[in-house]
């Protein structure tokens, strides 16, 4: 009787023995559970990703919490399941925030190829009104080119009036007046010219 007895309390003790094992293998576990899933909702907090999600995050944050009151209370199992609902808020806290992220950024993307596009138009007016402006500068000095290669400045010889420059020069009698135009400070009177006197004369 004695020998089974003892057959029986050293069973009894090898059970109780193999459940603290596995009591404190259970334990370790959940505890290397907890602390992932706690660095995961750090790094949440830290990047800024929860602000997206804010609401997910904190129950994410409260089934956490209880996880931890379970592991205190050495109630490993509770602890693991509350864990298992953690890792499944979280894991939809983050595929919002990620497509709340995206969408932020595809926006401020957007907002910024349009500010570069009306930077470019922007850029684009100026050099046209530039070229524009450059073009026309342009087309005046030519004009005013033009203008000088079609004058020449005649010297009054003995017996000329203006008629006869007009005659020598193959002008028209009609451009006598502008001859007049041009030299006003010079031919104080048409009908007197000085030997001498340079006067500037429009060719054809």
């Known amino acids: 009787m004695k020998k089974y007895l003892l057959i029986f309390s050293l069973v009894a003790l ?8 596995v009591d404190e293998e259970l334990k370790k576990a959940v505890n290397e559970k907890t602390k992932l899933a706690q660095n995961e909702l750090t790094t949440a907090q830290e990047v800024s990703t929860s602000k997206h999600a804010p609401k997910l995050y904190q129950a994410a944050s409260e089934k956490l919490e209880e996880a931890k ?10 602890a693991n399941e509350s864990l298992d609902e953690y890792f499944t808020i979280i894991e939809k ?9 995206q969408k932020i950024e595809a926006e401020k993307k957007k907002a ?16 046209a009104l530039k070229k524009a402006a450059i073009d026309a500068k342009i087309q005046a000095e030519l004009a005013a080119k033009a ?21 020598k020069l193959n002008i028209k009698r009609s451009a006598i007046a502008k001859v007049l135009d041009k030299n006003e400070q010079e031919i104080k009177n048409p009908n007197k010219l000085y030997v001498g006197q340079q006067i500037i004369v429009q060719k054809k």
């Open 147 to 167: 203008q000088s290669e079609k004058q020449i400045k005649y010297t009054v010889q003995s017996g000329d009036s203006l008629w006869k420059i007009a005659k």
């Open 69 to 78: 009151t379970d592991f205190q209370a050495n109630q490993f199992q509770l």
């Open 93 to 101: 806290a983050n595929k919002k925030a990620k497509a709340i992220k």
């Open 112 to 127: 910024e190829e349009a500010a570069l596009k009306k930077a470019a138009e922007k850029t684009a007016k100026e050099a």
């Open 14 to 21: 090898v059970f109780i023995l193999s459940g603290c094992l």
